[in-house]
């Protein structure tokens, strides 16, 4: 896995979320509009708050799409975190060069929306996955 470097703008979005939350954040990717931030294990309720209410109200503060992501140690249940919004029902992990590909299985209604326009939640899924694991490329099935 590389060492993660993280820019000032990068940093200071962690800060806000934290301040804002009161949850750990192991990690923060932006992607286009959206901001994903990567929180400690078991800090998931303390990041999105009552309904929803603080990733709300940073989407206001923001103006960017926020997103809030449990992580574990575990790859299987890190990419289930990641898809979480897709109800995944069971991911298969397959070597691939020098790492694993995983391959979520999501609800099929869901299926076009776990992948997003043009492979964007992907891109943002794979970019966790090789900061955080060996896995080097994920799909939905």
């Not at 200071?12 to 994903?36: M, N, P, Q």
């Not at 009552?50 to 709300?56: E, K, S, Y």
């Not at 997003?116 to 080097?136: P, Q």
Request: glycine share 8%.
């Amino acid at each position: 896995m590389p060492d993660i470097t993280l820019d000032t703008e990068t940093i200071a979005y962690i800060r806000l979320f934290e301040e804002r939350t009161g949850a750990a954040v192991k990690d923060c990717l932006e992607s286009e509009d959206k901001l994903v931030f990567l929180v400690a294990p078991g800090e998931i309720h303390k990041a999105v708050g009552p309904g929803g209410v603080l990733i709300d109200r940073l989407k206001g503060l923001l103006h960017k799409e926020i997103v809030a992501v449990e992580y574990s140690d575990d790859p299987e249940t890190l990419v289930k975190n990641i898809f979480f919004f897709y109800s995944p029902r069971k991911v298969e992990f397959a070597p691939k060069g020098q790492g694993r590909h995983a391959s979520v299985t999501v609800d099929p209604a869901w299926k076009a929306r776990a992948i997003g326009k043009a492979g964007k939640n992907l891109k943002i899924a794979r970019a966790i996955l090789m900061r955080h694991t060996d896995i080097v490329s994920v799909s939905v099935a």
